[in-house]
DNA sequence: AAAGGCACCAACCGCACGGTG
DNA sequence: CCACCGTGCGGTTGGTGCCTT
């Protein structure tokens, strides 16, 4: 069976998008929505295809689009969930508000992968990733966990309440704690997580301490799991990654401090 | 100042997948 | 079960601006 082409391809424009058309776009999707895609353009007057209207919308003109050069700590990040999840862009830019697949992707291939490469030969897996002046400027102070996780609510039965925290090494300016809620399953792992946590340690305001968490599971990954490999397949498609990290909280919490 | 090379990034393309009739 | 559609994803390309020679 051949696919019928997404759109009709005469007649329809292509490449740059025009502040007028932007425009358009924009005002139709705040009036209405984009509802169906393939049907928007003809219906917003704009004579370009569905999937091109998606790509402008989601990649940029988006109102929770968030610009400018990507952080230290969001670089690292990548790096670090590339490593977990390969080349699954949006599974990753999931973890990064206001950023999108597209751009995290053209942001591994123009600068981290390079970055990596030129430090293969390091020792200190966390220091290869700093290797220019620009990023040595952009390091942020060292980060440790005091208390990875502690179970601190013993009345639940079926749920539990952890929490997370970190602080500064050297004051207590960046001491923060998050509350997870988790289920227990039947081999006494953590199987579920309270969503609201996850978009408390990814929000905005949050999204250093995000990087942080990832940097420090990745440490504890390396010292004390060994390979990747051998924690097993499965783990990282996309109702499994949660209980992934769920399961590194769980066995994080027998570590006293990284 | 000009030309060529390079880096960056927006946008396109094709494929896969889930939903629906 | 099948055919089709809509959408999302990842790989790739092409245009533009900056840098180097």
């Not at 358009?24 to 929505?33: A, E, K, P, S, T």
């Not at 051998?230 to 990282?236: A, E, I, N, R």
């Amino acid at each position: 069976m051949v696919r019928a082409p997404c759109c009709e391809k005469m007649g329809l424009k292509k490449g740059p998008w025009a502040p007028e058309e932007d425009q358009i776009l924009i005002n139709y999707i705040q009036l209405h929505g984009h509802g169906n895609w393939r049907a928007l353009p003809k219906q917003a007057g704009l004579l370009r295809c569905g999937k091109s209207c998606r790509l402008r919308w989601t990649n940029y003109l988006r109102p929770d689009i968030k610009r400018g050069n990507f952080t230290w700590e969001e670089e690292d990040a990548i790096i670090n969930l590339h490593e977990l999840l390969g080349n699954r862009w949006s599974a990753i830019a999931a973890r990064f508000p206001g950023r999108t697949d597209n751009e995290i992707k053209n942001v591994w291939h123009t600068h981290l992968k390079k970055r990596l490469k030129h430090n293969n030969h390091g020792n200190n897996r966390h220091q290869q990733l700093i290797d220019s002046p620009k990023d040595i400027q952009k390091q942020p102070p060292p980060v440790k966990f005091t208390a990875p996780v502690t179970a601190d609510s013993p009345q639940q039965s079926s749920s539990d309440a952890s929490t997370l925290t970190t602080s500064d090494t050297n004051s207590n300016s960046r001491s923060t704690t998050f509350t997870m809620n988790t289920e227990t399953n039947e081999d006494g792992g953590v199987s579920d997580i309270d969503e609201n946590f996850w978009s408390e340690v990814f929000s905005a305001d949050n999204s250093s301490m995000a990087a942080d968490f990832h940097v420090v599971v990745d440490q504890y990954f390396t010292s004390s799991l060994g390979a990747m490999n051998d924690y097993g397949p499965g783990v990282y498609d996309t109702d499994g990654n949660m209980d992934f990290w769920c399961d590194l909280f769980t066995r994080a919490a027998d570590l006293p401090e990284f």
